[in-house]
């Protein structure tokens, strides 16, 4: 989604602002810009497309204070004039990320006061506003607050005006932005990977925080306007980290990071003889001990997370677990329950959605939360009682990889420990899930091993214009998630269903055309899987079956058989999921879409 970089320092800031705009592609975007001031005079450059285009276009641009901006499309179409930084009167520039919701009320009034609208973003008012309340001889600061106080909706921002060379403001509520501290220089971002050439130490605004950036100094304040100090943080991401290094594509590149990325988040625990509830922080065994239901809240992948886990959690913890979307759920009118745990899953921990849906069940009278996260100090984390951070490091690719597993890791941990605490796993299941689990990662990376078998079967797909995913059980949800890979990066209509539901529809769309992609794991439900394949099968359909060791499912006309390792028990869905990513990510690279960025989609989905 949009991404915000800005910088006040005692050098030319335009190459600081394109390096971070790079760094924030993985975002999502279809245009980029950046405005400076320079001779007290307000410079922008735009452009439609890559910021390799706007690097171009800023050849000869300089001055020592700027804002720069990628933008994703909500209100109005991806093009030039649409494109951030906004400027009004050639006066006050403004650059955001967010939903102003009550823009047109606003719009109709400052065109009646003279304002020219050269765009059709909600951003424009911004400007605007900012600078009606600028003219009236208030500081760039108030002018914007003033201005803030206008808004109905979400925002982070970053403001610059023509004859203030000294001064950027910025602020967020609903959006998240950050303070990067130099030594003689500050700069604001959307994430810090976008900073990590200049500083390190950054202070993650709170909401409703609004910033007087100077060169030597900065001033916050909080949401009734008073001055608040907030803690420095020295970023532990590292610069080699958000490299793509020997790999072609960030989403190649975290898939083979999982092995890793598994075996940090589950460290503490593999280390240790047993498992206990601190790891989700000092008040989750009281916590732990108080619910008697679980609500799981998110969105995409991490809802798929969530479904996963609701099989795990009822089955194994005997506690009564549902999972919702979190856009749907932040509207319903639902029951609630102050024993339930409300657990949040994301990646990026700024999903606008989760967050409201949290919000929501905070508001109903929900005190339990708990957020599974890839991302420290994000609104989520700070936002919940209970916290288990996943260690998958940096996710750039959009479709979401290594932060899929390791949540998966994290709420099987969860599951174990809920069991232990109410009685319900031995010591020496106990012991037994501890060993699967340090064993993980080497299960991961002989999955691995598959590449060059699907990068081959890809080529069958190219052609393709729908997929069908099949799972049962525990596995139905990896099937959607295989479905939700493919179509996000190789834009292949792709559903999936539970194997059994077949009949009951979908298998009307079952020809030569359509490949069917099964998941079939050597558990219980194996013989009905078998028996839903031939139903597949009898109607000309071509299957694609990742098969555990001993399912005895035989390679045969119209049957391609990939052969998974030994059956994983309650970890097999981890295991399963990596032959559908790397699936997906050589279809794509058939295709040739853009892997990393496909399109219409962004990596932190900070609004509606
Ligand atoms: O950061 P989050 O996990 O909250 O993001 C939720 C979804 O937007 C995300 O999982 C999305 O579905 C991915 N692009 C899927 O690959």
């Not at 080699?240 to 960030?250: A, D, F, I, R, T």
């Not at 260690?391 to 390791?406: D, L, M, Q, W």
């Amino acid at each position: 989604m949009c991404g915000i970089v800005g910088a006040v320092a005692q050098r030319n800031v335009v190459p600081i602002l394109l390096e971070g705009l790079q760094r924030l592609e993985y975002r999502g975007y279809d245009s980029a810009g950046l405005a400076v001031v320079h001779d007290g005079q307000l410079e922008r450059v735009r452009s439609i497309g890559r910021v390799a285009d706007l690097t171009e276009k800023s050849a000869g641009t300089r001055g020592f204070i700027g804002i720069a901006h990628t933008r994703w499309a909500t209100h109005g179409v991806p093009s030039v004039r649409n494109a951030h930084p906004h400027i009004s009167k050639d006066h006050v520039a403004v650059v955001h990320n967010g939903i102003i919701e009550n823009y047109e009320v606003l719009r109709t009034r400052l065109t009646a006061a003279g304002y020219e609208f050269t765009s059709d973003t909600d951003t424009e008012v911004i400007a605007h506003l900012i600078h009606s309340h600028y003219a009236r001889g208030n500081s760039l600061l108030v002018a914007t607050q003033a201005s803030l106080a206008e808004l109905v909706g979400a925002y982070a921002i970053g403001v610059i005006a023509a004859d203030n060379p000294d001064q950027l403001i910025c602020a967020r509520r609903g959006s998240p932005l950050l303070l990067g501290v130099g030594i003689e220089e500050h700069f604001i971002a959307s994430d810090v990977s976008a900073l990590l050439p200049v500083t390190r130490n950054v202070v993650y605004l709170e909401e409703g925080d609004v910033v007087e950036v100077g060169r030597r100094s900065y001033q916050i304040f909080d949401t009734k306007g008073m001055r608040v100090e907030r803690t420095v943080q020295i970023s532990e991401l590292n610069n080699e980290s958000v490299q793509l290094g020997e790999y072609c594509h960030y989403m190649q590149k975290e898939i083979h990071e999982q092995p890793q990325a598994l075996a940090d988040t589950l460290e503490s625990v593999c280390n240790s003889q047993s498992l206990v509830p601190g790891i989700f922080g000092a008040e989750a065994a009281a916590t732990f001990a108080d619910i008697d239901s679980i609500l799981i809240l998110a969105c995409g992948t991490s809802y798929h997370a969530g479904l996963v886990a609701r099989y795990w959690l009822e089955e194994i913890t005997g506690i009564r677990c549902t999972v919702e979307v979190a856009s749907e759920y932040r509207y319903r009118i639902s029951v609630a329950n102050p024993k339930t745990l409300v657990v949040v899953i994301s990646q990026s921990g700024e999903t606008a959605d989760t967050q409201a849906a949290l919000n929501h069940a905070k508001t109903h009278g929900h005190i339990h939360t708990l957020a599974i996260c890839n991302v420290p100090e994000s609104a989520l984390v700070r936002l919940c009682k209970l916290r288990m951070l996943t260690r998958a490091g940096p996710e750039i690719g959009v479709a979401s990889t290594k932060a899929f597993t390791t949540q998966l890791a994290a709420l099987f941990l969860l599951t174990l420990i809920l069991a232990k605490q109410r009685g319900r796993l031995t010591a020496e299941q106990e012991q037994k899930h501890l060993q699967e689990l340090r064993h993980l990662p080497s299960g991961v990376k002989k999955v691995l091993e598959l590449e060059p078998q699907i990068a081959k079967l890809a080529e069958q797909f190219a052609s393709k214009h729908h997929a069908l995913f099949l799972g049962r059980g525990l596995h139905y949800p990896i099937a959607l998630e295989g479905a939700l890979k493919l179509k996000e990066i190789s834009y292949i209509h792709a559903e999936a269903y539970p194997a059994g539901e077949l009949k009951h529809g979908p298998l009307a769309l079952v020809d030569k055309d359509m490949p069917v992609i099964s998941v079939a794991p050597n558990d219980a439900l194996l013989e009905k899987l078998k028996s839903n394949l031939q139903e597949v099968r009898a109607r000309g359909g071509e299957l694609y079956v990742f098969a555990d060791a001993h399912t005895h499912i035989r390679e045969a006309e119209g049957i391609h058989i990939m052969q998974m390792p030994e059956h994983a028990g309650y970890l097999s869905p981890i295991l399963h999921t990596i032959p559908l990513q790397l699936l997906a990510y050589y279809v794509a690279l058939q295709k040739g879409t853009d892997v990393d960025k496909p399109r219409n989609l962004a990596k932190s989905v900070t609004v509606e």
